[in-house]
């Protein structure tokens, strides 16, 4: 709860932070939108949220059709993989990456930040669509199948539409944990490129000013907004 | 189309068909299966295993398992005393989230109708507010005009403000703010699953409400108590961005320390020992308590 504190700081008449603010003033949210650098900042982060949440998506979704229903050896070892970005911790994922992206002119770079913020969305998009997937019964693809559709065609026809708000679901969670993310952003930026993230740590470390907290308030707009229409297509898979 | 491979319709309604498991015909074979993992493989190939191989191998030196860096890190004090303040404040950090999570948690599984969607979007609201903001929310009432000092000094409890930010206790305290969600949940979902049967019961057996719920419901929700504490544990040992910000520059932590290392100090191969030795750490207790994990599903509980 006392991240609900930065919306009347946003709205602080004085340039030092206290409370109660002394008066109203848009000011900040204003002085954010002028500075060239927070702009750069806010349509690199959104570039690769959108990016990512499109991409993992994919990616997640195709894995875990494979891990629910293929008949490969090693299922609980393939989720185990899919998940492992959960569990190592974002700095060493964050140093890694720098290591390896530094030399190759990746670091501060849109491709960069794809690879690494897919790489960690990824575990959201499994667990949510791996469990749409369990819930849905296989006997009423096979019954597509006897009907003589092809896999393609069952596929499309009946079970995607079936799992459709799940995937709309996880597409948010990678959105909001690219958008969020700070530990491997705060590694793989540099002056080139950096996300919104980066740029907040950087000011709060430096220069502690109003502008952060416009900017925090911004952040959790997007996040609840994002929420809300999570809790909007859970109560539809629901009906 | 060929009919003949379809399963007849007799054994679409038994039981085994239902679960999906026993039936190759509900099942991918093995080329699709393999397609379909491609683009998983591919991207956790080049964007995760192999940068991490290279931190782990970089720790070794040039020679072949040159230990060099791993004996600076075991004998040198300094060092060790940020591993072991590390692991005892993200010991400090579960056991706080675990004291405050556990009744909120058992709130949000006896509330319902208006009262339940308040409590779940006070759990996953912050989950999935940036850890930036909520920890910038701390330095704001921390700091020494922050809110905490205005209201200790107006109220008369002290005489001038307190250096509350940068303090080990502003960490602990901001970490288990952050952290809790991943212990609410998880527990949660384990008292959602007891059936309320079980303490009627114990009640109507003569045990008092205090009875039934140590001796009944506390010890049924344990998977889920384990599953929440290792989720806080390893992701408190591995935390960067709140130390970071709220923690004084003499109180490091395994990840502030391997920032500095890699970004001030530039010192790659031991950097690279550190992070190996936290990954070390992190894969050992998932692999102690994985069977907590699994049992609950701490770690879906969460999405």
Redesign the interface.
């Known amino acids: 709860?006392?991240?609900l504190?930065?919306v009347p700081?946003s709205l602080n008449a004085t340039a030092?932070?206290?409370?109660p603010p002394r008066g109203l003033t848009l000011r900040w949210y204003l002085d954010y939108l002028a500075d060239p650098d927070w702009r750069a900042a806010t349509v690199f982060s959104l570039k690769i949220a959108f990016s990512t949440a499109v991409a993992a998506t994919?990616?997640?979704t195709?894995?875990s059709?494979?891990i629910v229903?293929?008949?490969?050896p090693g299922r609980n070892a393939?989720k185990a993989?899919?998940?492992?970005?959960?569990?190592?911790?974002?700095?060493?994922?964050?140093?890694?990456?720098?290591?390896?992206?530094s030399p190759i002119g990746l670091t501060g770079n849109f491709t960069g930040f794809l690879?690494?913020h897919?790489?960690l969305s990824?575990?959201?998009v499994v667990?949510?669509v791996s469990?749409a997937l369990e819930r849905f019964?296989?006997?009423l693809?096979?019954?597509a199948?006897?009907c003589?559709?092809?896999?393609t065609q069952a596929f499309f026809s009946v079970v995607l539409p079936n799992i459709a708000p799940a995937v709309a679901v996880a597409a948010v969670?990678a959105f909001?944990a690219s958008?969020?993310e700070?530990?491997v952003a705060?590694?793989i930026s540099d002056t080139g490129g950096k996300t919104i993230?980066r740029k907040?740590?950087e000011d709060?470390?430096f220069n502690?000013t109003p502008v952060?907290?416009a900017v925090?308030t911004l952040?959790?707009a997007i996040?609840?907004l994002?929420?809300g229409s999570v809790e909007l297509l859970k109560g539809r898979r629901e009906e | 189309?060929d009919?003949s491979a379809?399963?007849t319709p007799g054994r679409?309604i038994g039981p085994a068909?239902?679960l999906?498991a026993a039936?190759?015909?509900?099942?991918?074979?093995?080329t699709?299966?393999?397609v379909?993992?491609m683009?998983?493989i591919v991207?956790?190939s080049?964007?995760?295993l192999?940068?991490?191989a290279?931190?782990v191998i970089?720790s070794f030196g040039d020679a072949a398992a040159d230990l060099e860096q791993y004996r600076r890190i075991f004998t040198t004090s300094l060092y060790l005393g940020v591993l072991s303040r590390t692991i005892s404040t993200a010991a400090i950090v579960t056991l706080l989230s675990l004291m405050f999570g556990y009744p909120v948690a058992l709130a949000m599984s006896k509330a319902r109708g208006r009262l339940a969607l308040v409590i779940a979007a006070?759990v996953?609201?912050?989950l999935?507010?940036?850890?930036?903001?909520?920890?910038?929310?701390?330095?704001?009432?921390l700091?020494r005009?922050g809110?905490v000092n205005?209201f200790l000094v107006e109220s008369g409890f002290i005489a001038a403000p307190l250096k509350l930010l940068y303090t080990d206790g502003a960490v602990i305290l901001a970490m288990t703010?952050v952290l809790m969600p991943f212990m609410i949940l998880p527990i949660a979902n384990a008292l959602r699953s007891i059936s309320p049967d079980y303490a009627l019961a114990a009640r109507s057996l003569g045990a008092g409400s205090l009875a039934t719920f140590l001796r009944v419901v506390l010890p049924l929700s344990l998977p889920g108590v384990f599953a929440g504490c290792v989720m806080c544990f390893?992701l408190a040992?591995?935390?960067?961005?709140t130390p970071?910000?709220v923690g004084g520059p003499e109180a490091m932590t395994?990840?502030t320390l391997?920032?500095q290392q890699?970004?001030v100090v530039l010192d790659?191969p031991f950097?690279?020992a550190l992070?190996t030795v936290?990954?070390l750490v992190?894969?050992l207790v998932?692999l102690a308590f994985r069977r907590a994990l699994s049992i609950s599903k701490g770690?879906?509980s969460?999405?």
């Open positions: 709860m006392p991240t504190l930065i700081m030092y932070i206290e409370l994919a990616t997640g195709l894995a059709l494979a229903r293929g008949s490969l393939l993989l899919a998940m492992a970005p959960m569990i190592v911790p974002h700095v060493v994922f964050g140093v890694a990456l720098y290591l390896v992206f690879i690494a897919c790489v990824i575990p959201y667990i949510t469990a019964d296989p006997a693809e096979r019954a199948l006897s003589g559709a092809s896999r969670f909001l958008f969020d700070a530990t705060f590694f993230s907040m740590f709060i470390d502690l952060i907290a925090s952040m959790v996040s609840l994002l929420m | 189309m009919m379809a399963p679409l068909l239902r999906g039936t190759p015909a509900g099942r991918y074979g093995a699709l299966t393999l379909l993992l683009p998983l991207l956790f080049i964007g995760f192999y940068p991490i290279r931190l970089m006070a996953l609201v912050p999935w507010t940036s850890v930036l903001v909520r920890s910038y929310a701390w330095i704001v009432l700091q005009s809110l205005a703010h390893i040992i591995g935390f960067y961005i970071a910000l395994m990840a391997i920032a890699t970004m790659w950097a690279a992070s936290l990954l992190t894969l998932v770690i879906n969460v999405a």
